[in-house]
């Protein structure tokens, strides 16, 4: 990436920091005024609203993110969070390929570095690979400066690249859905869409598998966008019921389309083949 492009990202960050700072002097003034209640409400309400756009995953306030497919058709989206992992990622690519399933795997950049073989292996069953950091500091993506997220994002967007320069990412999910200020900006600079879930099972924290799977379910429908994770006690596990829950469906799980775009809820993908 050129680096006047990511200076250029870098100044642009700064400055929606500035924006984002700026009720901070008129809260010193209202304390100065003698209205020390304004101040507290005021720093509270930005506060909070910080903290929403923040932590809250499908919140959308400081940047487009997919969060779903249109409803009409039967596709939806089958995403594995956190690989590739030496036993998982073998084990649930053959189970993918039992269900006549394609999905989207959401690597970390380290561990992609540490497994090429897989990440090669993934490309060529017909998935596709995208970006989930290259460290995956999932306590700490949410505070993260904007030169530490530039590192994050594009170290990874560069390992995978490198490792499959047929199939660049084009995809983006911070670990824990976990999204600062800055993170749109950024990745929408090195030519990333951010992407969220419409269904997931807290298989990262959860163990039991009929729970997590029964979750899924009340949430599956065309134009989901499922997560699942590897790495995790039951990770093959999670894997195997989910995608037997998705062949019951009558659902396809796919690949997106190319022309994937941002928009609102209901109108977020272009069509596969526009006329
Ligand atoms: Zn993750």
Same mark, same amino acid.
């Given at each position: 990436m050129? #680096?006047?492009?990511?200076?250029?990202?870098?100044?642009?960050?700064?400055?929606?920091?500035? +924006?984002? +700072?700026?009720? #901070? =002097?008129?809260?010193?003034?209202?304390?100065?005024?003698?209205? %020390?209640? #304004?101040?507290?409400?005021? *720093?509270?309400?930005?506060?909070?609203?910080?903290?929403?756009?923040?932590?809250?995953?499908?919140?959308a306030?400081?940047?487009?993110?997919?969060?779903?497919?249109?409803?009409?058709?039967?596709?939806? +989206?089958l995403?594995?969070?956190?690989? %590739?992992?030496p036993?998982?990622?073998?084990?649930?690519?053959?189970?993918?390929d039992?269900? $006549?399933i394609? #999905?989207?795997?959401?690597?970390?950049?380290?561990?992609?570095?540490? $497994?090429?073989?897989?990440?090669?292996?993934?490309?060529?069953?017909? $998935?596709e690979?995208c970006?989930? /950091?290259?460290t995956?500091p999932?306590t /700490?993506?949410?505070?993260?400066?904007?030169?530490?997220?530039?590192?994050?994002i594009?170290?990874?967007?560069e390992?995978?690249?490198?490792?499959? =320069?047929?199939h660049?990412?084009?995809f *983006?999910?911070?670990?824990?859905?976990?999204?600062?200020?800055?993170?749109?900006?950024i990745?929408?600079?090195?030519?990333?869409?951010?992407?969220?879930?419409?269904?997931?099972? *807290?298989?990262?924290?959860?163990?039991?598998?009929? /729970?997590?799977?029964?979750?899924?379910?009340?949430?599956?429908?065309? @134009?989901?966008?499922?997560?699942?994770?590897e790495?995790?006690?039951?990770?093959?596990?999670?894997?195997?019921?989910?995608?037997?829950l998705?062949?019951?469906?009558?659902?396809? @799980?796919?690949?997106p389309?190319?022309? +994937?775009?941002f928009?609102?809820?209901?109108?977020?993908?272009?069509?596969?083949?526009?006329p």
């Amino acid at each position: 990436m050129n #680096a006047a492009i990511r200076a250029s990202a870098l100044r642009r960050a700064y400055f929606r920091l500035a +924006l984002g +700072l700026s009720p #901070a =002097p008129v809260v010193v003034w209202l304390i100065g005024h003698g209205q %020390p209640l #304004a101040a507290v409400l005021l *720093f509270c309400t930005v506060l909070t609203t910080m903290m929403i756009g923040t932590l809250v995953p499908r919140c959308a306030m400081f940047g487009p993110m997919i969060k779903h497919l249109p409803p009409s058709g039967k596709q939806v +989206l089958l995403t594995i969070d956190d690989g %590739p992992h030496p036993q998982h990622t073998p084990a649930i690519l053959d189970i993918l390929d039992r269900h $006549h399933i394609k #999905a989207l795997y959401f690597l970390v950049g380290e561990r992609a570095a540490q $497994h090429p073989q897989l990440v090669r292996e993934i490309i060529a069953r017909g $998935h596709e690979v995208c970006n989930h /950091t290259q460290t995956h500091p999932a306590t /700490t993506f949410w505070m993260l400066r904007p030169v530490r997220l530039w590192q994050e994002i594009a170290s990874c967007q560069e390992t995978l690249t490198t490792l499959c =320069p047929e199939h660049p990412p084009r995809f *983006f999910r911070p670990p824990a859905g976990h999204h600062n200020l800055f993170t749109a900006l950024i990745a929408q600079t090195l030519g990333l869409k951010m992407m969220m879930w419409s269904a997931r099972g *807290f298989d990262g924290v959860r163990t039991d598998v009929p /729970t997590i799977t029964r979750r899924i379910a009340s949430r599956l429908k065309a @134009g989901a966008i499922v997560l699942i994770h590897e790495g995790t006690p039951v990770a093959v596990e999670v894997a195997q019921a989910v995608t037997s829950l998705l062949a019951a469906s009558g659902l396809k @799980g796919d690949t997106p389309p190319a022309s +994937l775009a941002f928009g609102d809820d209901e109108m977020v993908v272009e069509r596969r083949h526009a006329p």
